[in-house]
């Protein structure tokens, strides 16, 4: 007698199933070669970086250095410690690493295990083998977290530094949609830990550990060397000095104005340079540049004589360079341009512009701009305002009825702003939790710039804690989460502001590079 149609038909299905299953754990030879590949490309780099950040900590002792005993003493214990740290955490995840061979069926004297083992991964790394205890990979990233919190309490120059190292504790993107929910209810090192290890052949892990390691290795190399820096700032022999000046134009019309910059070549601030033109003494800059404007006047060829008196900081002697800017005023023949403020439009700001020289008069202009730029009737006649959407070269095309003629100016952003914090724009230091948080609204302003009061706005940014909590927030203002925690912290301990991003004056969300470092006290 024929067995039942319904069971045999189960059982088929269960079989599939198993199947199924079985072909989908068989991960290929191949993908785990280029991981084993992976894992040997780290270790090489790894090692390098090693002997790198050592060749570093020896130079603070070489001989050029000597004349920098002070800067060294201060300098090169924080770059010792940087390492001290970056060698404890690389460890941590090395033993790590020894674990996780040894759950994948290692065994003494034995050098081999199972590189495509998927559980091994996931009991150590994700659920943990005692499941009292932390699992491995969230271990991993509050060891990490802890260690950028460390490195920021070595100095507050270094903490601003910690913001922009390679060690990114952000969450992975999941991309499998069903697991999201689950993943997204588990607190932040397990949801890190899962998405990065869970059912990973064990050859892969190894690989991100690797990776992990090969973050603290750069970060290692970028602090020290930055601590290097620190020290060696000002030793520059210079041999040769010569006077550089140069005028914004050749030739200009009357009325225009000229401009001369002057500068010191190879300048330093030891040279302690002052600067004259034609007898007057003109005030140099914070950027080591002296800045001369005059009126053109009539027509005809000019000359202005630049003197510059410094002091030779390799031998110790007053010195003197000296030349000449020569340019031509002519009188203007058809229609010309000048823009009113620089050589330069800047996109999504207002750019003034003059044009001359219209057979008619100002009234018989015609002006258009190209396709990524706007002109508008500016605030008198011949004055145009110039509205850019994006960088590259505006053309305005002039016509009087006479005759027409274009004019390309190159356009580009507005330069990257800084940040501060609150009406004194503190960027860094020790502070009161009342202070950091009244009324706690991060700033971006740009500082000498042609145009005055432009705006830009911050739009996120993310707090580090002590605890080795990070919170994000949108918008300029620490929201209500921040707040509580400032207020909560105690002395001593360090609020890092960093992945701080802004809006241009065009829309566009930028990131910018600085940090912010505070201690509270």
């Given at each position: 007698?024929?067995?039942p ?5 189960k059982?088929i299905?269960?079989?599939y ?6 072909l ?8 785990l070669?280029?991981f084993?590949t992976?894992?040997d490309?780290?270790?090489?780099s790894n090692?390098?970086?090693k002997?790198?950040?050592e ?5 603070f002792?070489s001989?050029?250095n000597k ?5 060294v003493?201060?300098?090169k214990?924080?770059a010792q410690?940087?390492a001290?740290l970056?060698?404890?955490a690389?460890l941590?995840?090395e ?6 061979k ?5 065994k003494?004297p034995d050098?081999t295990?199972k590189?495509d083992?998927?559980?091994a991964t996931?009991r150590?790394?994700v659920e943990?083998k005692?499941k009292t205890?932390m699992?491995?990979g969230?271990e ?15 100095d507050p120059?270094?903490?601003?530094k910690?913001?922009?190292?390679p060690v990114?504790?952000?969450?992975p993107k999941?991309?499998?949609k069903?697991?999201e929910?689950t993943?997204k209810s588990?607190?932040?090192?397990r949801?890190?830990?899962t998405?990065y290890f869970?059912?990973?052949p064990t050859i892969?892990?190894?690989?991100l ?15 020290i060397d930055f601590?290097?820096s620190?020290?060696?700032t000002?030793?520059i ?5 010569d ?10 019309s009357?009325g225009?104005?000229?401009?001369i910059t002057?500068?010191?070549?190879s300048y330093n ?7 004259s033109i ?5 005030p ?5 540049k ?7 006047s009539a027509?005809g060829?000019?000359s202005?004589?630049v003197?510059?008196?410094f002091?030779n ?8 360079r000296?030349?000449?800017v020569?340019?031509k ?7 010309s341009?000048?823009?009113?403020k620089?050589r330069?439009f ?5 750019n003034?512009i ?5 057979a ?9 701009a190209?396709?990524?730029a706007?002109v508008?009737?500016?605030s008198?006649?011949?004055n ?8 590259g070269t505006v ?6 009825g006479?005759?027409?003629k ?7 952003d507005?330069p ?6 609150n009406k ?11 202070a950091?948080c009244?009324p706690?609204?991060?700033?971006a302003?740009l ?20 605890d080795?909590i990070s919170?994000?927030n ?10 509580s925690?400032?207020k909560?912290s105690?002395?001593g301990?360090r609020i ?8 241009t004056p065009?829309?566009q ?6 940090g ?6």
């Amino acid at each position: 007698m024929a067995l039942p149609k319904e069971p045999r038909q189960k059982m088929i299905n269960i079989m599939y199933l198993v199947l199924t299953a079985i072909l989908a754990l068989n991960v290929s030879s191949e993908i785990l070669n280029a991981f084993q590949t992976m894992n040997d490309s780290f270790a090489k780099s790894n090692a390098a970086l090693k002997t790198r950040s050592e060749v570093i900590l020896s130079e603070f002792d070489s001989e050029q250095n000597k004349a920098f005993a002070e800067k060294v003493a201060i300098w090169k214990p924080k770059a010792q410690k940087v390492a001290e740290l970056s060698d404890q955490a690389y460890l941590f995840i090395e033993n790590i690493k020894k674990e996780l061979k040894m759950e994948s069926g290692l065994k003494a004297p034995d050098t081999t295990f199972k590189i495509d083992d998927l559980e091994a991964t996931t009991r150590l790394l994700v659920e943990g083998k005692d499941k009292t205890k932390m699992a491995k990979g969230e271990e991993i990233y509050n060891m990490l977290t802890k260690y950028k919190a460390d490195l920021a309490k070595i100095d507050p120059l270094l903490a601003l530094k910690v913001g922009g190292i390679p060690v990114d504790l952000s969450i992975p993107k999941l991309y499998n949609k069903e697991d999201e929910k689950t993943v997204k209810s588990l607190s932040v090192p397990r949801q890190w830990a899962t998405i990065y290890f869970h059912m990973t052949p064990t050859i892969a892990a190894l690989a991100l550990m690797s990776k992990f390691q090969n973050d603290i290795r750069n970060s290692q190399t970028q602090l020290i060397d930055f601590c290097y820096s620190q020290v060696n700032t000002t030793f520059i022999q210079l041999k040769n000095f010569d006077a550089i000046a140069s005028a914004n134009a050749t030739t200009v019309s009357p009325g225009e104005e000229v401009e001369i910059t002057a500068v010191l070549g190879s300048y330093n601030s030891d040279a302690k340079p002052s600067i004259s033109i034609d007898g007057a003494s003109v005030p140099m800059g914070p950027d080591g540049k002296a800045l001369y404007k005059m009126v053109a006047s009539a027509p005809g060829d000019y000359s202005k004589r630049v003197t510059i008196n410094f002091i030779n900081p390799s031998t110790g002697a007053a010195e003197t360079r000296s030349t000449d800017v020569k340019f031509k005023v002519v009188t203007p023949t058809g229609l010309s341009l000048s823009t009113d403020k620089t050589r330069v439009f800047y996109a999504g700001l207002q750019n003034p512009i003059s044009i001359s020289g219209a057979a008619g008069g100002a009234g018989a202009l015609k002006v258009s701009a190209s396709g990524n730029a706007s002109v508008s009737p500016g605030s008198g006649p011949g004055n145009y305002i110039v509205t850019v959407s994006s960088p590259g070269t505006v053309t305005i095309n002039v016509s009087d009825g006479k005759s027409s003629k274009s004019f390309n100016i190159p356009a580009k952003d507005v330069p990257t702003p800084k940040v501060g914090v609150n009406k004194d724009f503190r960027t860094y230091g020790t502070i009161t939790a009342d202070a950091l948080c009244g009324p706690g609204v991060i700033s971006a302003i740009l500082n000498d710039f042609v145009f005055e009061g432009v705006n830009f706005q911050v739009t996120s940014f993310n707090v580090q804690f002590d605890d080795g909590i990070s919170v994000s927030n949108g918008g300029p203002a620490f929201n209500g989460q921040i707040r509580s925690k400032i207020k909560a912290s105690l002395s001593g301990d360090r609020i890092l502001i960093y992945n701080i991003n802004y809006k241009t004056p065009t829309g566009q969300i930028k990131p910018l590079t600085q940090g912010l470092s505070f201690d509270i006290y």
